[in-house]
Every structure is written in structure tokens, then in C-alpha cells.
């Protein structure tokens, strides 16, 4: 009887963290939102591997990120992706994201996932979730520090900057 009662109650938990963290990707649809986070994968039952860590802040499909030494602003239709330490900059026109590349399609998404999507934990400003890809390979997104703040506009996702000539600037937009 115990051991049923402990089931039951893992059971519960479980479905208890599922349901909080669902509520939280609702609620960051809803909001503009910030949050630190770590991407990494497993292929072949094999441990996870970071890909990439960062910040980001998030409002409909509009972003801005930093990660891996590049700071990427997307306006949803324009993305500037800027390397300050090489002082490069590349615009291209936003074509075919997934949300490996754009963090807003995941938060806007996710329920396009939702039989293969496994929330290992969360709480108020956390979530750790595990996806599973169509090939068998998990993707693990770890988010934390999240912040829910009111819709300011996107204004502040704004790619249409300038640089100076000592900056080599590609523009691969038609």
C-alpha cells in the first residue's frame, strides 16, 4: 500500500511540475521576458553536452541575445548578428528560424512539442525542459532568472544600426 501511495504522489509531482512549467511558457507569450539559459544536446542515450549558454530577452517574435561572443538583435522579419571582439556585424533577412536559433519561437511554440516535451524541473523563474527531436536526439533548454515584464513595444530590438569603416559589415538582406 505504500509503495502505491509513493507512486501516486511521484505521479502527482510530476504532473505538478509539467503544469508549472507550461504555465510559465504561457505566461512569457504574454509578457516581454528575460532569462539566462543553457542549451545542450544528447545524441544516442549519451550524456548532455552544453551548445551554448546566454542571456535573452524575448517579446512576441522579436529577441535580442548574447551567447557565445555574439550579441544577435531580430526584429522578427531582420536579424543583426555582432561580433564586437572580430568587429564584424552580418544583417540577413529572417527566413527559415528554428528555435535553436530564435529563442522566441520556442517560447511562442512550445506547444507545437508538447507529446515530446519533458519538464525535468521548474519553478516561479525557472524551468528545465527536455525535448525530443524527431531522430531520437534529446535537447535539454535550462532557463533561469526568468523575468516577466510588461509588452514595451519593439522599439528596443531595433536592427537598423550603424558601424564604423573599421567594421566589417555584411549585408545579406535582398
Same mark, same amino acid.
Do not use: C
Given at each position: 500500500m505504500k509503495r502505491a501511495v509513493a507512486v501516486i504522489f511521484s505521479m502527482l509531482v510530476a504532473f505538478g511540475m509539467y503544469?508549472?512549467?507550461l504555465k510559465l511558457l504561457d505566461k512569457a507569450g504574454e509578457h516581454r521576458t528575460s532569462f539566462n539559459y543553457t542549451y545542450s544536446l544528447s545524441r544516442d542515450g549519451g550524456? *548532455?553536452?552544453d551548445v551554448t549558454s546566454g542571456k535573452v530577452t524575448v517579446e512576441d517574435n522579436a529577441y535580442y541575445m548574447e551567447g557565445l561572443g555574439l550579441e544577435v538583435t531580430s526584429d522578427g522579419t531582420t536579424r543583426l548578428s555582432v561580433d564586437r571582439k572580430a568587429m564584424e556585424a552580418v544583417f540577413e533577412k529572417v527566413e527559415k528560424d528554428d528555435m535553436f536559433t530564435n529563442p522566441a519561437l520556442f517560447i511562442s511554440s512550445w506547444k507545437n512539442y508538447r507529446d515530446r516535451l519533458h519538464v525535468n524541473s521548474s519553478s516561479a523563474d525557472s524551468l528545465d525542459?527536455? +525535448?525530443v527531436l524527431d531522430d531520437d536526439t534529446k535537447a535539454r533548454f535550462v532557463l533561469t532568472d526568468v523575468v516577466f515584464s510588461p509588452k514595451k513595444g +519593439?522599439?528596443? *530590438?531595433?536592427v537598423d544600426k550603424t558601424f564604423?569603416?573599421?567594421w566589417l559589415v555584411t549585408d545579406l538582406r535582398p
Open positions: 503544469a508549472q512549467g550524456a *548532455f553536452k525542459v527536455t +525535448l +519593439l522599439g528596443d *530590438f531595433n564604423g569603416e573599421q
